[in-house]
């Protein structure tokens, strides 16, 4: 579901656009920097990212930041833990979302169809959390970013200048929060990669995949 460290059979298949018939509302447009919720807030709705990238976050005790995933169109964020938001979720890129009611995730009223979407979409997201807590543990920093640029380039990457490429929305540090690193250890794997002629970084937001097969032995070396 995230853009997160997934087997590759689940992400090649970003959840589809769900149903409108009923429990909807009208788009929520928001720009890059705003919070769509944050941790602790009562949930009233779900939302499916219709464009934009999205990013939900936890504050641990010692104020130390987690980055729990990134979401990118198609993905459905918000779900509720005991009726409250768990994370904040903020704007990375200018963002439309479609908001559902929480009730079509918890009773099903309306459109079944709908209410099955979704609560396949809550399920996809416990298996993507828990496929990147594995990840967490096991694998080494070359391995972890290997493994972030691939999930990437198999949901947003396109093609520039004959090389399977994609923008990087968030930062060093946000990178490294998500993947439990130092954002001078993301820098160093990315020099590593880029010096290995494994990738080419054309600015700090966009990089180029050179040698994919490499690439895809580092990322799925620890698995």
């Known amino acids: ?103 079509m995730l918890e009773s099903g009223e309306g459109d079944p169809d709908l209410h099955r979407n979704l609560l396949q979409a809550a399920l996809r997201e416990i298996s993507a959390m828990q496929d990147h807590f594995m990840m967490l543990g096991r694998k080494s920093a070359v391995e972890k970013v290997s493994s972030f640029i691939c999930v990437l380039a198999d949901r947003v990457g396109t093609k520039i200048d004959g090389h399977s490429g994609m923008t990087l929305p968030m930062s060093r540090g946000d990178i490294a929060d998500f993947l439990g690193l130092t954002t001078e250890t993301i820098s160093r794997t990315l020099t590593q990669l880029r010096k290995s002629k494994i990738i080419e970084i054309r600015n700090i937001h966009t990089i180029l995949i050179l040698r994919p097969t490499a690439l895809r032995g580092l990322a799925s070396r620890g698995a």
Not at 24 to 49: C, H, M, N, P
Request: glycine residues 10%; neutral net charge.
């Open 1 to 103: 579901m995230y853009v997160t460290i997934l087997g590759d059979q689940a992400r090649k298949q970003p959840l589809a656009a769900l149903s409108l018939k009923s429990g909807g509302s009208s788009e929520t447009r928001l720009k890059a920097g705003s919070y769509l919720y944050l941790e602790g807030d009562a949930v009233e709705w779900v939302f499916q990212i219709k464009t934009g990238v999205l990013r939900l976050t936890r504050l641990l005790e010692d104020g130390r930041r987690q980055v729990i995933a990134f979401g990118y169109p198609g993905d459905v964020v918000g779900f509720p833990s005991e009726g409250l938001h768990h994370t904040d979720c903020d704007v990375l890129m200018d963002a439309c979302l479609q908001p559902y009611r929480r009730a």
